[in-house]
């Protein structure tokens, strides 16, 4: 490599300012990024003050003349959103260039496309942006642990929830209103869905599953639940038990197949997920013979993201100057899409909790209940209310699912059972 | 690469059976681990009982011939100590074969002529394995971190003295009740001194600050502490202001240059390094522009270390693979050895506990030293004894080591100060 490589850079928000911002300020960093020149910017209207200058002619705002423009080595695409992104990265690729994205949402959906492009374009596509900001983790999924079996992987992985779900615990306060803080300091959307949903966290989940697994994984395969249903008294009930909630993200291998799902967890304190507090992220990798190794950092920033893009760009740089030949560390999944193992037949522990009238015989006709579906119990806490009411808060040991729900659809119609109501059901992470 | 790369094992204990336990199971494993054949075992006697077999003529005592076999591509060295691990790993380069090794104690004393001789000879040298057992370190910092400028490395990086640390925390024992337990159980050597003394975790953090900042660190440049002053009543007072005790490896780019040092060090609650307990190992890496990312997981164990090792001879194979040039993500130091600042030099927080006859003044007395000296006190809790004597327990403001260092010397020579005794000066976790 003689010249330096020239990038293309389309969209100028957050993260591709940040990302500009390292390109022209590289002492004290790797060297090899001296060799990136950003010689085209794609952004949406030219006359708006921007926090980096660029010389003339580098700002545009035709995106289609950058991926085609036979003069770029690379295209960073930061737009987002599916389309144009996912057009433009397909552009692009017909073009001969390579791709650095931070789009989980265009790689969850048509990252088997676009990787089949790549391969036959000869191109690299590399994503560590897309998943944990800042936090290296599809590089040592894809190296360093790749060498293991991996059993699964957990993450927390979406930062809004996890800033929800960690204000409504040291604040007692609910849902609703945590969003609206969350809203009003730019930590949420003013369409929360994507993260409170959980669909932000599918997105994630399914990109990090195909790597770990060399399984295409796809995106409606993912169970999924968001935290809307997590109320401040199921978090102050789970302290008082010994855990957190948290939205996880999970793939495990089982004996059927592969499992990837996203729900409210109650996690124990003592575990290593059970710390990561505010919007910061974590991921458990565990696998044969590792053991467990976890990643833990700013899940999303313009910082941290751009630190991810550069890494990509420089680890292109890299590898274009070893050779022009694709780089066989970036492992095509081996196997193709399979069905996932459904949620039915998930074993897991669980937490609910009962509300009906207090009679005796209450809790022994729960306890024969799930007996009889084969659901044993943890712990079952009994709480009198002063109206007549019970609420009683069940933790199981590790049960399959289908189970579970057929003793909580037959628990109405037990004998000393009245006015029931389940206000919750959620995952207690499984014992070993 | 048509034919697998042969390798030649030196050493078969607990690290050396697990790798070779991995290449022989590569199923569900990386690919490229189908092309990685172990030629050679070289270990001390033939006639042992093993837990893996090899076929004749693998095993072999005379390690001198392995690493000049012509027919080897790779020496993997898990013989450990200082000779003759290092004139084997130099023999080996200097006949042409690439070398993976899990020698920290090699590498933070001799990295420089083994890199040199290396780049010389035009093979890999690879040491993932070497900081952190199985956490994937040194790739990330190497390639994805290195992006940023890396202003600070913080790590729980010796699992003996955090055992040890975590049982004092937990069972309220003392120092040397703990050690005795960790030897039984083996998390300790007979001889405790390179864990309890900081000395391992010295080795780890030479090699750690080298690859960050790009700056070769030597060994006796490094600052170090054990944790054999640190005691039950310690921890219980750190415990009551808010704080863990753990024995951090720190590296800092400070305004004047790098700062290397280790020592018992008080961690506040709510930071990252503070929930890391038992043997297991954590690395804070600070950048810009990332902020904060932490790797946690198993610190030792055969299969997390060989994990690591395994995961530096895939990257050889799949950097054989695309080309036999030298890989440029393996950068050498770009800077030539500097001075490190002295540690009378550092800015950090510290915990003092004083011992003295109880006698109106001392407190206003101690104040006042601090004061004079610029050691500004964050709280300072005064605790009778019954026996006339008071006990103090201080945390300063940050403060250089030198003024406090100095506040402390005059201490005994002040008016109302009698009988002084300071049993413990630790230092806090600096504030921003």
Redesign the interface.
Known sequence: MVEALKIGLLGLGTVGT?TA??LLSP???????KEIEIAKVGVKTLDKRRAVEFADGVLTTDLEAIVTDPDLDIVVELIGGLEPARSLILKAISHQKHVVTANKAVISRYGEEIYRAAAEAGVYVLI?AAVGG???II??LQ???????IDSILGIINGTTNFILTKMATEGSDFSEVLTEAQELGYAEADPSADVDGYDAADKITILATLAFGEQVSLEQVSCEGIRQVSAVDIQYAERLGFEIKLLAIAQREQSGLQVRVHPTLVPKEH?LA?IDGVNNAILVE????????????GA????T???V??DL??IA??L???Q?V???L?IP?HPRRELVPIQELVTRFYARIICIDRPGVIGNLGTCFGKHKVSLESIVQIDFNNGFAEIVVVTHNVKEENFRQALAEIPHLDAIEQIQIPSVLRVLREK
Chains 1, 2 share one sequence.
């Open positions: 940040a911002g390292i002492e004290s960093r790797h060297p090899l990024l560590e800042g936090i290296p590089r040592p190296q360093s642990l790749s060498v293991n079996r290593p710390n696998g044969d013979p590792i053991g467990q190794v976890m990643f833990y950092g700013p920033g313009g910082g941290a751009a630190s991810a550069v890494s420089m680890n890299a590898m100057k070893v050779s030949a780089n066989p560390l492992k081996q």
